[in-house]
Each structure stands twice: as C-alpha cells, then as structure tokens.
C-alpha cells in the first residue's frame, strides 16, 4: 500500500543494479601487455636455447671429463686417461677462445691463462705442477701423489664448469 506521503520509507524500490562488465572485448591496454608478455617469453625461450647451443662444447667436455675421472681412479687404465687431462683441457679452451691466443701456451703461460678465466685461481703451484707432470711424462705415471691427481681433476672440472668465454663481435665465426 502506497502512502500519500513521498517521504513514507514504504514508497522506496530496490535499487536497479547495471549488469556486470563484461572481460570481453578487452581494453586496447590488455593487447598491448599480452603483446609484450609474448615478446618476452619468445626471447626468453631464445635466449635459452642460445646459451644451450653455446655450452655445447662444455657439456661435452664435462662428459669426456667424468668418464676419464672414472677411469683414473679405477685401477686399470690410470696412465693412458690422466694423459688425456691435459688434451682436454686444451680442446676446451680452443672451443671457447681464439686459436691464434691459445695453440701456443704452455708452462706457466697456459697455468696463467686457465686462472685467468675463472673467479678464483685453481691452478695453484701444486695443481700447476700436477698439470705439467702429467702433460710431459714419458714414463709410468703411478708415482703421482692420488691426492695430488684427484686436486688436479676437481680443478679442471672446476675450470670447465665455470671459466668465461670470450665474446665474439656479432658476425665473426673465427674461434
């Protein structure tokens, strides 16, 4: 019943809600940072895979590395796979630094270039004097200290994992 009075609280209605807004279509806003999302993901996903395709070579050596490791520290085989080390790890080098500034390095040279690509230098007097008794050995290898070999792999593991390529300028392939 309906009071002559409009200020009676019985003559108020429900309030009418407007419908919902919709998600779609979206806002020009929306495309754009969908747009931008998706740009970064495929670089992102290109990026990965660049750098993937780059340590290539590593992932090789580590795997050449782990199987010599295996075989130096079996019984069997010691003399022939501790010489590989030092072939190796210069293999490794050659794939990640210019040919013209590592094929020649030797001695104390090759021990200053392998900790200068690292953070922290593994290739200590001992390590370094490790590396060149096992690089120039003409007889039975057995007199190596095991522990003195077993510094030696951890170091050129250490190496391999972590030492920084150089950066070519885009467009030369020349390694």
């Known amino acids: ?9 019985q003559n108020l209605n429900d309030i009418i809600l407007p419908a919902p807004v919709s998600w ?20 992102f996903v290109h990026r990965s895979l660049q750098k993937w395709e780059e340590n ?8 050449e590395l782990r199987t010599l490791t295996e075989e130096v520290l079996s ?13 190796l790890l210069k293999r490794t080098a050659l794939a990640a630094y210019p040919r013209h500034r590592i094929a020649a390095l030797s001695g104390k040279e090759w021990h200053t270039f392998l900790n200068s690509k690292t953070r922290t230098p593994l290739f200590t007097d001992a390590v370094a004097r490790t590396l060149d008794i096992v690089s120039y050995a003409t007889t039975n290898l057995s007199t190596v ?13 250490h190496w391999i994992k972590h030492h920084q390529p150089e950066q070519l300028p885009e467009g030369n392939g020349e390694r």
């Open 1 to 9: 019943m309906q009071s002559p009075d409009p200020a009676n609280l």
């Open 56 to 63: 290539r070579y590593r992932r090789g050596a580590l795997e």
């Open 145 to 157: 200290d095991a522990h003195a070999v077993t510094t030696l792999l951890n170091a050129s593991q």
């Open 75 to 87: 019984t069997s085989g010691c003399d022939d796979s501790l010489v590989q080390l030092p072939i």
């Open 24 to 43: 779609w279509p979206l806002a020009i806003g929306w495309y754009f940072a969908a747009a931008l999302l998706l740009v970064a993901v495929v670089w």
